[in-house]
């Protein structure tokens, strides 16, 4: 967000950063994705956004912005693209990804989406039966394993998308349309399967 914002691309869309202090119940050890070299060479850029922040996109309040549960219905609704920031950029040992709602809202909103997040993000998606957007989208950066490498590979794809004028936007959109019509109806239709099943296994248990 601090490249994005140093590039003077946090005025193309919602952009928000809230800056909240997390108490200590939200404290757990994390891998340390970065080395310290890598860190120290962001480290002037980083300290720059937060002395300029926060950055708020809408009138919620602090309580509200830390809740998973609160949506803002206008920024999914008015935008073609989401840069998911997931809750891990990497996991202990380098295994596996993670997926939270973060990654379900722009699927249940029709948007298209990238991902900042674990390595073969993007595979878990397609092999749950969710479509991505490689037909228009380079998505090599969710092979990257190398954690420094996928970060800059995909500031430059969201700098891509983000410099992009509205008619390129609209049709981005419209070509990957078929994907994100794909996802939409997925989650709505394994959902309401998921219900009948959990229906039909109360019903069983009497």
Partial sequence: MSELWKRGLHN???????????????????????????????????????????????????????????????????????????????????????????????????????????????????ELGYKTFNKLIDETYDTIEDSEKRLEAVIELCTKIATMSHKELHKLYVGLKPEITHNSRFFNKSKKERIENLINSIKNEH
């Fill in 12 to 126: 193309q869309g919602y952009f928000s950063y809230n800056q909240i202090i997390q108490n200590d119940k939200f404290h757990e050890i994390t891998t340390q994705p970065f080395d310290r070299e890598f860190i120290e060479s962001k480290y002037k850029n980083i300290q720059n956004f937060l002395a300029a922040g926060p950055f708020k996109a809408d009138r919620l309040n602090d309580i509200d912005h830390n809740s998973f549960e609160n949506l803002y219905r206008e920024h999914y609704e008015n935008s073609y693209c989401n840069f998911v920031i997931e809750t891990h950029f990497e996991l202990e040992d380098k295994c596996g990804t993670s997926l939270t709602e973060k990654i379900l809202k722009p699927i249940c909103h029709n948007q298209f989406f990238i991902i900042v997040g674990p390595p073969h993000t993007l595979k878990k998606l397609k």
